[in-house]
């Protein structure tokens, strides 16, 4: 596998089923069909190579593997640099997954301009997967940026009634912040001589430099996450986006910033992030326990999942920032964990809304009586995101607060009721969405899961158990980087403390 380039061939294959999308022709309800097959066999396709790359991913070496390097200019020590590392390896499986799954959410929801969404996924899958393989920042900075524009054209041309706003709240408020993070990477090229990430993580930038670059990178990654208070694009980008826009936007594109994190902030400038320390620990106490609160307030089942992913990656940032090894894994755990039980959850809300096209919780109740397979599956992702034992969701939060008690004892009795209050909005809306008499005329004939429905949810639901019961498959992957990318962070600091008492 060393030799085979399986990272190119993963990141552009679905580029190469958008090209037969678009040269498909014929009568629209053929040429529909055509494009639904070609998009879920490339996407399908690409998860199996994913799982190749994880069977033949060496967990012993903290070593990026995969490797390709081809020089692209030269002149300015730019190449095409990709490779994965034990964080990055586990973000490229979700990517795969979530994509196949999303074509066939999408099978009967959307019926207008099937051609042109399909290819928008393929590309938008591509994009993805080279961001987290990107090991040159200006090929990590073209990918970050280019996953905004078939996002923004799956919001804008087949969401809701305000989808041009929600998608342009989106794009300038990742706009904003990108364009910081370009200033910071011709500072670190001015300062470094090269855009090689690998390079970049063994070069000392100076302490005051490190402050604006933490910051720059800081501006883009808080907008992906997203943490308080740049976080009010997300309900309109959510309630506005069909139903798989949904389940990537929260199953991927909220990881960008956690990953940038991991991948940037704490490997290149150590000493900004122990010093920004306490501001990521302001920032996600009241990003977790506020916008609990608002999610209980919610009356739209897809703005309550949206507010509780603000908090739930709440953790995900205290978790990275703690500088533990439980921290970190359990932020890396919990970025995975979401990525699967919130993208289940806006799959149950699409479930609902395909046959009554309301998202209001009032217009529910009672549905146990008709979708008892629907009332289980729900039952299922709500407790994961709860976080009882036994599914994914407990274990990231659990690690993420052990480390959090080794850092901060007050942030981490703080961050721990969220746990509490997210158990408050997600029973409050199982109760009034699922139990209860079947009062209302229109939920009489509801029907429940069909064979596609049921074929969308039983991977998800496996992997929720899998991760809950076996979290080791997952954490053996990411541990050894981990520790090396600690091992960086204190090297840095015990170089940084030994120089200032010398001067």
């Not at 060496?58 to 990709?82: C, K």
């Not at 090689?196 to 990178?217: E, K, R, V, Y």
Request: with cysteine; hydrophobic share 55%.
């Amino acid at each position: 596998m060393t030799n085979f380039p399986i990272l190119s061939l993963l990141t552009f294959i679905p580029l190469i089923g958008a090209g037969f999308i678009l040269a498909i022709r014929g009568k629209k309800e053929i040429a529909d069909r055509n494009a639904r097959q070609v998009a879920l066999w490339t996407s399908t396709a690409v998860f199996i190579m994913s799982l190749l790359l994880w069977i033949n991913f060496d967990t012993t070496t903290a070593e990026f593997q995969f490797e390709e390097h081809i020089e692209w200019m030269p002149a300015f020590n730019i190449a095409y640099h990709i490779g994965v590392d034990g964080i990055s390896m586990l973000f490229v499986l979700l990517t795969t997954l979530l994509t196949p799954i999303c074509v066939l959410a999408s099978w009967e929801s959307i019926k207008d301009r099937v051609k042109e969404y399909m290819i928008a996924f393929l590309v938008l899958e591509t994009m993805m997967i080279g961001m987290f393989a990107a090991l040159d920042l200006v090929v990590f900075y073209i990918f970050f940026e280019a996953v905004l524009i078939p996002m923004f054209l799956i919001i804008g041309v087949w969401g809701g009634a305000r989808r041009v706003y929600a998608a342009f709240k989106l794009f300038l408020y990742t706009l904003l912040g990108s364009v910081l993070m370009l200033l910071a990477l011709l500072a670190m090229y001015n300062d470094a001589g090269t855009t090689d990430i690998p390079s970049l993580m063994n070069h000392t930038f100076p302490a005051g430099l490190q402050s604006w670059l933490w910051l720059a990178f800081f501006a883009s990654f808080a907008v992906k996450v997203p943490m308080w208070p740049v976080h009010t694009w997300l309900p309109d980008a959510h309630v506005e986006a069909p139903t798989a826009g949904s389940v990537i936007l929260a199953g991927v594109l909220l990881k960008f910033g956690g990953y940038g994190f991991l991948r940037f902030s704490l490997p290149m400038f150590p000493l900004a992030s122990v010093d920004f320390t306490p501001l990521i620990y302001t920032l996600s106490i009241i990003a977790i326990i506020y916008t609990s609160l608002v999610a209980l307030a919610q009356e739209d089942m897809k703005k309550l999942i949206a507010y509780s992913s603000v908090a739930h990656m709440g953790f995900v940032t205290i978790g990275t920032f703690t500088l533990t090894t439980q921290g970190i894994e359990g932020a890396i755990y919990q970025m995975l964990s979401h990525g699967v039980v919130s993208a289940a959850l806006f799959l149950i809300v699409g479930v609902v809304y395909d046959r009554i096209h309301s998202r209001e919780i009032a217009m529910y109740g009672g549905l146990v009586h008709r979708m008892p397979a629907y009332a289980m599956m729900f039952m299922l992702f709500m407790l994961a995101s709860v976080g009882l034992p036994g599914t994914g969701g407990f274990v990231g939060e659990f690690l993420v607060l052990v480390g959090a008690f080794k850092a901060n004892s007050w942030v981490a009795a703080l961050a721990a009721t969220g746990v509490i209050l997210g158990a408050v909005y997600m029973l409050y809306l199982y109760r009034r969405v699922i139990f209860g008499e079947l009062k209302k005329e229109h939920l009489l004939k509801i029907t429940d899961l069909n064979k596609r429905e049921v074929l969308i949810f039983a991977p998800l639901a496996v992997l929720v158990l899998w991760m809950g019961i076996y979290p080791s498959s997952f954490l053996d992957v990411m541990h050894v980087s981990v520790a090396n990318l600690l091992d960086q962070v204190d090297s840095a600091r015990a170089a940084h403390l030994i120089l200032a008492a010398g001067q």
